[in-house]
């Protein structure tokens, strides 16, 4: 099979997308306009229910994608005398491990979330209403990427520059020493404080305030922009790495928004334990030099696609390893982090 033939093109499947984009405005719907209709505290238990919920949804998809295109791809001319078993469990897969890299590649948002909540001092009942509208927006700048990726990925010189963007992303998270995050220094921040006066507190849940006349942003929805900002920079990363595992931009798009909407669960999860997953950042930094390694040689030494159950493996393995050890090792004394309290 040619592996630049795109089993789901746009032109046959927009409808796909439209009910799938209806679907996830109407989840988004039901958990700001029903779940979390009022601001409060999310809890441990909450955010485990939430994040249970999140996951079988995307479980579930994966197997109704399975069944739908071993029913599908079977009337398509374009498939005849493939085996067209094969090719839906290959979609499912591809989706599973999607699904698993932008959830991983996801971590690296909640760290900044934590930061970023806690240098514009946002209360904890305040905190789901921000990440709402983050995510929010995070799945219409994914949606323009990944539009923008799938014309890119049909010239060769492009996938290469991907790859190897990818490989020196993961030598930088692997070597690099980390910085520390300073939303004061961030040029978007400055030219938003510039075109718009800032309250000097919050003004409850509202993101804008008008005072003598004026209308002003208040510190929330500065929190939102960074935010907002972060996850571009974060997608930069993320959007390359699930074109190393599919060309399919329909499994690119789903995958991609279970991991986002299942982000603000898995924050309130695990935000208070982050500081135990030490060894993450390396699993991680390993995840995108192996799928840069896949745009880059593997594909084309396996004749044009890197088995996709080998991929999924290699990508638990690795991030398997890395929670293992930061669970397993204990940290060194020097090394413990401060309370922040």
Not at 43 to 70: C, H, I, N
Not at 164 to 190: Q, S
Request: hydrophobic share 60%; aromatic share 16%; net charge positive.
């Amino acid at each position: 099979m040619n592996s630049s033939l795109i089993l789901f093109p746009l032109a046959d499947y927009w409808w796909f997308y439209g009910l799938f984009t209806t679907f996830v405005l109407g989840m988004l719907a039901l958990d700001l306009g029903v779940f979390h209709r009022k601001a409060h505290v999310v809890s441990p238990k909450e955010a485990f229910a939430w994040t249970v919920v999140w996951t079988s949804l995307a479980l579930a998809f994966a197997g109704g994608l399975w069944l739908y295109a071993g029913w599908k791809l079977p009337l398509d001319p374009r498939l005849v005398g493939l085996d067209h078993a094969a090719l839906a469990k290959q979609t499912a897969l591809e989706f599973l491990a999607g699904y698993v890299v932008e959830a991983s590649l996801s971590v690296d948002n909640i760290f900044v979330f934590v930061v970023v909540l806690g240098y514009f001092a946002v209360p904890p009942a305040l905190q789901h209403r921000v990440l709402f509208f983050g995510i929010l927006g995070a799945l219409v700048f994914r949606a323009i990427f990944i539009s923008l990726g799938s014309v890119l990925m049909q010239f060769h010189w492009v996938i290469l520059v991907f790859g190897g963007f990818l490989i020196l992303t993961g030598l930088k998270i692997l070597f690099a020493p980390e910085k520390p995050i300073e939303p004061e220094k961030n040029p978007i921040i400055r030219l938003l404080r510039r075109l718009m006066p800032v309250t000097p507190a919050l003004e409850g849940d509202r993101f804008f305030s008008r005072i003598g006349g004026v209308w002003h942003a208040t510190p929330l929805f500065v929190c939102l922009v960074f935010i907002e900002f972060s996850d571009i920079v974060f997608a930069v990363d993320s959007v390359p790495a699930i074109f190393a595992l599919t060309r399919e931009p329909l499994v690119v798009f789903t995958s991609n928004a279970f991991a986002i909407m299942g982000l603000r669960s898995m924050f309130f999860l695990l935000a208070g334990v982050m500081h135990k997953f030490r060894f993450l950042k390396y699993g991680l930094g390993f995840v995108l030099m192996f799928v840069g390694l896949k745009m880059v040689w593997l594909n084309e030494a396996f004749g044009g696609k890197f088995p996709i159950v080998w991929s999924l493996g290699i990508i638990a393995v690795l991030l398997g390893a890395a929670i293992g050890a930061s669970l397993l090792i204990p940290a060194r004394p020097e090394t413990t982090p401060r309370s922040t309290s």
